[in-house]
């Protein structure tokens, strides 16, 4: 049963604290992606990854980080750095990032909440 | 910056009735992808039209491309109670260094009352 996978569904930080969120795929595609959505918002990027051990700065970088050590994994972290990290984070995969063709469809995880406490 | 905006931002029809979302967008595209939303969920590919393409149908829905206008319509025929959700359209970044990866609008909220 081939898809994408987020844990946990709902996560809480405390001030101060640095929070993973986990995203994994068996669909064996090489290109990754990490969506923030606020309410009411579309989808805003924060980072991307093409390929294994690479990786790069979407367009609310600021106060994330992530790592592509596994073509199946690709974990995001919220640092203390975020100032308003309250939001519901998407990560998405597909074939090839690159392509014109239907390889840039993207397939999407059921998402995280994150809350402040 | 938005690449792609939808109109209307909501949308409230009854079961049965057609649903019309449109979306425009300002640079030259490769394609235009459609999603939907079920509240508190993952997006879901619907359907892709490329540039060369200027209407496709998939089941009860059908997408038009207008690259002189640069727009695009879904069209949801027949619509039932499980269409309610949020759709957003999606066009590919052609600049910068995000170039190749998908810019979303901010979508419309279509409710189908039964």
């Known amino acids: ?117 | 910056s938005q690449q792609g905006e939808e109109d209307p931002q909501a949308l409230s029809i009854q079961e049965g009735e057609n649903a019309t979302m449109n979306c425009s967008y300002k640079t030259s595209i490769n394609n235009l992808q459609w999603y939907r939303q079920n509240s508190g969920r993952g997006l879901v590919h619907l359907i892709l039209i490329r540039s060369n393409e200027r209407e496709k149908h998939s089941g009860r829905l059908r997408v038009t491309l207008d690259t002189s206008k640069k727009s695009s319509s879904l069209l949801i025929t027949a619509s039932r109670a499980a269409d309610t959700a949020s759709y957003f359209c999606a066009t590919t970044r052609g600049y910068g260094g995000s170039q190749g990866n998908l810019i979303f609008g901010k979508g419309t909220k279509l409710s189908v009352k039964p």
């Open chain 1, 1 to 117: 049963d081939g898809g994408i996978t987020q844990s946990p569904k709902y996560l809480f930080r405390k001030e101060g604290q640095n929070v993973t969120l986990s995203c994994e795929q068996n669909l064996n595609h090489d290109a990754m992606y990490w969506y923030r959505q606020d309410p009411g918002q579309g989808l805003r990027l924060i980072y991307y990854s093409q390929i294994v051990n690479d990786f790069q700065k979407g367009d609310i970088a600021e106060g994330y980080s992530v790592s592509r050590e596994k073509k199946e994994s690709f974990p995001l972290t919220v640092t203390s750095a975020q100032k308003n990290p309250t939001a519901f984070y998407l990560c998405a995969s597909s074939i090839d990032r690159w392509s014109s063709g239907t390889e840039e469809t993207q397939y999407f995880g059921p998402g995280t909440r994150l809350l402040v406490l």
